[in-house]
């Protein structure tokens, strides 16, 4: 007998001679493993529901409302939308100007400010440096019902209540803002790089912008969109701030129309389309921006 039949007769290692070789068994699924679908499936239909059911009653009329389906489309979004910009010569877009002009302003200034701080937090050493760091993370936790009067008599004093700025300035230090920038320019700034600039003759102000300060694309990016959409959906200081209804933003603006359709019914249309609308500037950010969040940590540095 030769070595090659020898080998074709011989048994596969691990087998049990004489028993029949086919390809491996797949292992089954366990039962258990449907629970963590089934919790997401249950929680993605707890958040998608109600947008459904914005959307769908959009498109309905004052008279559909209430008399059709839920679920069931309407034919009057082109109404509700043409009366929604008629009302009070067009109020509702200028409701969305402001809005706009507040979450986009306060977002960038918000950006900067948490960029220069972190990455100040992060790479350098300075007595009290934890001690500040610990009162940011004591604002973070600091509900903002709290800070809502306190601000709104320091404004007051200033004779600044019931302008853009008094919505504007306090929005320009975000506490959480800081300190995401603080862990992420940690993370993403080696510290042989900065080292290695110095080294060379650079500033520190040139170091942060040509340095530091593109490896922290990524999480400024991130911290934009958080204070961007919790700008945009901030109701309680323009509440407290605001009294001419020019200025509102597109949450009070909605509240205050929302208000007025217990004397007027065909009012809920217009707030059920005005609120759709809102949703839309955030939809379109969140398209625009998710791709910087591919970047890599280190993009334009050298990788230790």
């Known amino acids: 007998m030769t070595a090659v039949a020898v080998r074709k007769s011989a048994p596969a290692a691990g087998a049990t001679p004489g028993t029949a070789q086919g390809p491996p068994r797949r292992p089954r699924r366990s039962r258990a493993g449907l629970l ?5 499936l249950l929680g993605a239909a707890y958040c998608l529901l109600p947008v459904i059911w914005v959307v769908v009653a959009a498109t309905k009329g004052s008279d559909e409302l209430f008399s059709t389906f839920t679920f069931l489309p309407g034919t009057g979004f082109a109404d509700n939308l043409g009366d929604l910009t008629a009302y009070r010569d067009g109020v509702f877009w200028q409701w969305m100007l402001n809005s ?5 302003c306060g977002a960038l200034l918000s950006t900067a400010v948490s960029a220069v701080s972190g990455y100040a937090l992060a790479m350098y050493r300075f007595r009290g440096r934890e001690a500040l760091f610990n009162v ?6 600091m509900p903002p019902v709290i800070l809502a009067v306190p601000q709104y008599l320091l404004l007051a004093k200033a004779e600044l209540t019931d302008s853009y700025l008094s919505v504007l300035l306090p929005l ?7 300190y995401l920038a603080r862990i992420y320019a ?17 500033g520190e102000w040139r170091i942060f912008t040509r340095i530091g300060l593109p490896m922290m694309v990524p999480g400024l990016v991130t911290v934009f969109l958080f204070q961007f959409t919790a700008i945009w959906n901030n109701f309680l200081l323009p509440y407290i701030m605001l009294g ?14 929302l208000a007025q359709g217990s004397n007027q019914p065909s009012l809920y249309t217009l707030v ?16 625009v921006v998710q791709r910087f969040w591919s970047l890599d940590l280190l993009s334009g540095a050298v990788k230790s």
Not at 136 to 141: D, E, R, S, T
């Open 136 to 141: 940011l993370l004591a604002g973070v936790l």
């Open 186 to 202: 940690a993370a993403a700034v080696p510290a042989d790089v900065v080292e290695a600039a110095r080294m060379d003759g650079a």
């Open 36 to 40: 963590p679908s089934a919790a997401l």
């Open 100 to 104: 706009g002009f507040y979450a986009g």
């Open 272 to 287: 059920i389309t005005g609120a759709l609308l809102a949703v839309v500037p955030l939809i379109a950010l969140f398209l």
């Open 172 to 178: 320009i230090l975000s506490p959480y803002g800081v």
């Open 244 to 257: 001419d209804d020019e200025k509102f933003p597109i949450t009070l603006g909605l509240f205050t129309l």
